[in-house]
């Protein structure tokens, strides 16, 4: 890489900050759709700590050992467990909802594992995704029912078969990928759950929500968002700037404050508490200065 190639990176210090995880290009505002609403809302348990032992792929409470995870829950200490939909649903006797809880999943992650791109552990890097996903939206929204937890799973089903390179460069193209990859996602989404057994109204909901119909009136939509704008914030703005070496500070700026404005009150107060490095959380500051 050449000095004027790198200038910007460079000069924000960003070019050290590797983190695992896929770079995000973060655009402008969704389109608006319609409102989706969910059905057999199943209780979650919160976020377990680490103070409770847990063993193999269940804990003892039901939450379900996790890779990947944020570092923290709602309490500040590190957390190991997600709360587990199948154990709870199983405990309130809706054996058929466990059921296809996890026959969804099973289809889902199927196809996060032929994502030939890997992590740094080795993992397919959707699976890892979706795993970091699906555990913001936990903390996000402590009583996710199960269709919002496989909603947050689909968020990039299948993103690595369209690249980015498969549409013109410039931000019209950009745009119109982002547009593509959310209707083929939903439709992929919807696909899976009715084969796992879900109405077509459950499956409908889980579209919408993929789709980002309704972001910032649809309470699904925006926690989909939320989640996403948390993982490129936590795990992927570093690499994505030393992809970018050739972008001016003003622009990473611009990047984050669209991101910005993309979340809600509660993604932002969480946001403000990562614990990003230096040059990125200046950018953050400087970004959402104003705000």
Not at 39 to 53: F, L, N, R, V
Not at 152 to 178: D, I, K, M
């Amino acid at each position: 890489m050449g000095p004027a190639a790198g200038a910007g990176a460079r000069g924000l210090g960003l070019e050290t900050c590797g983190q695992d995880g896929e770079a995000a290009e973060q655009g402008g505002g969704e389109q608006k759709g319609g409102q989706g609403r969910t059905e057999g809302k199943a209780d979650t348990h919160g976020w377990k700590d680490d103070e409770t032992a847990c063993s193999g792929k269940r804990c003892s409470g039901g939450l379900s050992v996790q890779p990947n995870l944020p570092e923290s829950g709602p309490s500040g200490r590190r957390v190991t467990c997600l709360p587990d939909p199948v154990a709870s649903l199983q405990r309130r006797g809706v054996e058929s909802d466990a059921k296809r809880f996890e026959k969804a999943r099973e289809l889902i992650d199927a196809v996060h594992a032929a994502d030939p791109r890997k992590s740094g552990d080795g993992r397919p890097a959707e699976l890892v995704y979706a795993d970091r996903v699906e555990a913001w939206v936990c903390r996000l929204v402590p009583e996710a029912d199960a269709l919002l937890r496989l909603a947050a799973r689909c968020q990039h089903l299948e993103r690595w078969a369209v690249p980015r390179a498969s549409f013109p460069e410039g931000r019209t193209g950009y745009l119109n990928w982002r547009r593509s990859l959310y209707q083929r996602q939903a439709e992929r989404a919807r696909e899976l759950l009715r084969q796992a057994g879900f109405s077509e109204a459950e499956a409908g909901s889980v579209a919408t929500w993929v789709a980002k119909k309704g972001l910032k009136t649809n309470p699904g939509t925006q926690a989909l968002e939320d989640a996403a704008c948390l993982v490129f914030l936590e795990n992927e703005i570093s690499d994505f700037a030393a992809q970018h070496t050739d972008y001016p500070r003003e622009k990473f700026v611009d990047i984050l404050r669209k991101t910005w404005r993309k979340m809600s009150p509660a993604a932002r107060e969480a946001a403000l508490r990562l614990d990003l490095p230096g040059p990125i959380r200046e950018l953050v500051e400087e970004a959402v200065a104003g705000e």
